[in-house]
Structures are given as C-alpha cells and as structure tokens.
C-alpha cells in the first residue's frame, strides 16, 4: 500500500540523490538474506514497497539478515553505506534475543549496539543490533564509504542476528527501494542502492540431514552437519525457511543410492516471518545403504517454484 497523501506532499527526495552500498560483507542471497523491508502501510497492517508481507507495523529499515548465530559468531563487519560523519552511538549491549527470558531490560534502547552517521544534504544512515564489543567508530569520526563500523551482533530488540539499516532526508524515513514513493506494487524499483539488490518474496536459508526431527532454536544456532551413522535410527531432511506465506508448498525428498527414500510435500497455514519443516523416514532394516544421499527442498507459491536448496549425504559401510 502506497503512503498517504499527506506524506506524498512532503518534500521527498529524488530517485538517484544519494547512493547506497551493502552495508554489511555478504553475498545477499547466499551467506545474508533481506529479512524485514519499510513498513509502507499508514495503517496498522504491514507490508514492503511490492506490497508484499515482509515487514511489521512501524518498521523503519532494512534488515540484512545473516542465517544463523555460528555465521554471526565468525564475525560478519557492517560497513558503511555512504561517506559521512559519526554523530553518535553506543556500545556494551549483551548479544541476546529480545524474547530471551535471561535478556535485560532495554530501557529504549532498541536499537542496540549501533551508530548514526550524518552525509551531505540533509541524508542519514542509523546502523543497528551491531555485536557487543565491535563498534570501532566514535562521534566525530569521518568515514568513507565501505569503512569498517562493527560486525552484526543480536543486540537490541531483535530475536536474529542481523543489522538494521535505516535511510533517513531531513528527519524523514526514506524506503531506499522507493524513494520517490511513487510504486505501484511489484513494479521495479528506481532504488538508491549502488548495486541492485533483487527483491526475494521469501526463500530458503539453509537445509540439512540428521537423525531426527531438530529443534528450531538448533536450526537457527547454525546446526552442525555431523555425519551420521548407518545404523542412525532415521533419516531426516530439514529446511529453515523465511518469509513463508499462508498457502505455500514446502517439498522435501530424500534420494539414496537405491532411489527415493521419501517424498513429503506441506502447505504452510500461516504467513511467518522465519519457520522451518523436516520429513523423514525411520530406519527398518539394521542399517541405512552405503553411498551418497541428496536432499531436495523447495519452496512453491500460486504452483511456481520460489527457491531450491539441495543438501548431500553420505553414509559409509
């Protein structure tokens, strides 16, 4: 949904006036994904500049988002997005998840560990949920753009590790993806990013086997690919999804050195922002095949395929 026209009147500023850089060192669409875009509804409900469900009510930024907290722990570093000058920010926040019952009180301090960097013309950039101890800039500082400002952390009102980049000309939130705000929905973008960055309605991050059904908070911990026994009581295939919607098939087959060993396919009932879904097939005779064994998971929406991970196996004699 297109802003109001109150906010249309404002002075907006023009497609092309400032120029953005990926803020964080990834490869969007392999080790970072965009979780959570501008929020584009006045209203109470949410939506992104495609008039898609990847964002909540009142958000004001971009969330780069990495897939798990062992690729935070590796240390990602946020970059600056453009030259500027350090106005101010804060460092010394725990990495910990908003809903985490051990979390602190945030005191308004939402955004964490981060910084504010001031650019010409009125233009600014808010850096947030930047790991504990990383920030390496301080108010006053002058930066070009691509400098090191941290690395992605969890802290802040946030439950994955991400940063939040937020656009803002003379005061006013800018959707760096619609500047002019002149979109209708699913019309290509004059986006202020120096490089394209392709709009993903959803995905799959990561997928992987175990021996059974996993926890999701393993899944987003960054669960290790151990190699499985060929006496493993089942074999599984999971996959961690984002941005699922309410009627979307997720298909998970396993194939194994004497053809398929299962095939499941499963309508999400929901639109969630992060979920994930596992299939698999208990051992019945005293051990799984020797050889190797492919995991395929996808993602489909209105019968066309979104995304498509596979994974491999491969169990000894």
Known sequence: MIRS????????????????????????????????????????????????PLSYDGHEGTDFALPSLAAMQTGVTVRAAAAGVVKGGRDGMPDIAANDPAAPPLEGRDCGNGLVIDHADGWQT??????NGSVTRKAGDAVEKGAALGQVGLSGRTEFPHVHITLRHNGRTIDPFD????????????????????????????????????????????????PLPADAPALVLWVHVFGGRAGDDVSLRI????????????????????LFRAAGKKLRAARWPAGPYLGEAILIRDGLEIDRLTTTLTIGD
């Open 255 to 274: 194939t194994g050195p004497e053809g398929e060993v299962i095939t499941q396919t499963g309508k999400l009932e929901k639109t969630q922002a992060r």
């Open 179 to 226: 500047p002019d705000e002149a979109l209708t929905c699913g019309e290509a973008a004059p986006a202020l990013w120096s490089d394209p960055l392709p709009y993903r309605p959803g995905g799959l991050v990561n997928a992987g086997f175990s021996s059974t059904v996993p926890a999701f908070e393993a899944i987003k911990a960054g669960l290790s690919e151990a």
């Open 126 to 131: 808010q850096y947030c949920h930047l790991k």
């Open 5 to 52: 026209l109150i906010a249309l009147l404002l002075a907006s500023a023009p497609a092309g006036a400032f120029d953005l850089g990926l803020p964080l060192d990834c490869t969007l669409g392999e080790t970072c994904f965009i979780q959570q875009y501008v929020d584009r509804d006045p209203g109470p409900q949410a939506t992104d500049f495609t008039c898609g």
